[in-house]
Structure formats: structure tokens, C-alpha cells
């Protein structure tokens, strides 16, 4: 069973909110992944992703997909695209030494700006905005809103919340492309990408320290929410400690079907 926040749910709470409020939306970004997305298409399990981005939007050489091109330098905000666009380059380059990937299309959504994706939620196509954080298995893109992003950089805590969610998101895309993600249970799904996270901090030669500080960070943004599909303190540990332990994913499949 698919269970998951409302998308205007999700909206109100962004940035008006208390702390817990706060923390709430970053689970609740993270989780819009599972947002009834219809039955996946039979994807292409190699090569590199042809899509195109939508109207109005450029992709540049790194799959990104944004308003306009980067040489423009139309972003406000140059570190946080720099940010982006490291944070993504790290699993990118991962990817290369993964078998059957090809790359997502990233959306850099800026305020104001409206992206028409093909998942659903509430039975209403979903539209994603600045505020937007999610993966849509159909179009394979991951939407992320430069506001949003912004939020997670505005924690303080050296971009990990950020590193964490793009990595996360980005879980979630290759699973989508191993498994047929419509059979899975959103619940390890979710703990499948969280178990990716914790292989790529290890691939790109995160020291202990750093790791340890990645689930301390994890561990601050969880809610006790025990309706939350991403799991409990407790599980989102062991998941990221089996992707640290297996780069090659395998135990990441196997937490995504439960064999594990
Ligand atoms: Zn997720």
C-alpha cells in the first residue's frame, strides 16, 4: 500500500511553521516520491536518459533540467547551484560504475515557476514547484524546488540535509530502474533509499567521522510520527549502515523487497 502526504499538505507547511513543523515538511518532501504515481512504463534499464525536459526548461550537460541555461547565470543564488550541482555530480559518477543506470533528468525549479509532472497525487496530477522535493518514477526526473533546497542549506548543518534528500531522491531513481517499484511496499522503499544514501556517503570516501555525521543529521529530521512510511530511528540506521556496508546495492534491492 502507497501511503503518503497530501501535496497541499506538504505546501502549507513549508517554511511558516515552527521547527517541528519544519522537520515535519522534510520528511514530508522526501516521502512525495510515493505519491500515487501511475503504473511504471517499462524503463529503459541502460543508456542514458533521453527525455527531454519540459517546455521552457534547458538541459545542460549534467542532465539538469533549468529555466534557463546555466551559462546565463540566471540563479540568484550561485552557491546553492554550485552545491547542486556537486551534490549531483557525486552519484552521477557513482552511477557510471553501477550496472544498468541511466541518469534521472533533475529539475532546479525556481519561485514562481510550475513544472507539470506526470505522477499523481489525491488523483490530481501533480505540479511541482520552488517548494517541490520528490522523485517521479514515470518521467524518471527528480524534482527539486530551489526553495525548498534552500531551506535544507538554511539548517546550518554544512548542506548534509541537502546532500541527504538529493541522494535519497536519487535512491529512489535507481531503484525504480532495478524494480518494478509498483509491487513494492512504500515503506521499504523508502528504507531501500535511505540504505542508497548510506552506500554512496561510503563510494565517495566519506571518513567515519563524516558518516556518522550524515545519520546524526538523518536522525535529527526524523519526526515520531509512527504513521511515517519512512520508518522509525531504528530501521533508517540499519538501512543506511547495510549501504555502507554493500556499494554494489545488492542489500538495497533486497531491504526495497523485504528479503531483508
Ligand atoms: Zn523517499
Redesign the pocket.
Known sequence: MLQHCALSECTNLNGRGTMKKRLVLIVCA??L??IGCGPLEDLSLSGANTGNCAKQYSKTEDNICTPCPKSENCYENETILQNFISDVGIPQTYAARLPEISKPLWYLIKEGQDVNTPCYSDGKKSVADSESFFYCPPDSSIYIGEKQLQSFYDRGDNGMTAKLGLK??WG?HWLSQQLATTTLSAHNY?LA?DCVMGAIFKEVGYSPENIRYAYDTLMAILTDDPSDI?GNADQRMVSLIAGEKDPTLESCKQIATGEK
Do not use: I
Open positions: 522526501l516521502s516520491l510515493a535519497h531522491e529512489h523508502e533509499a519512512h
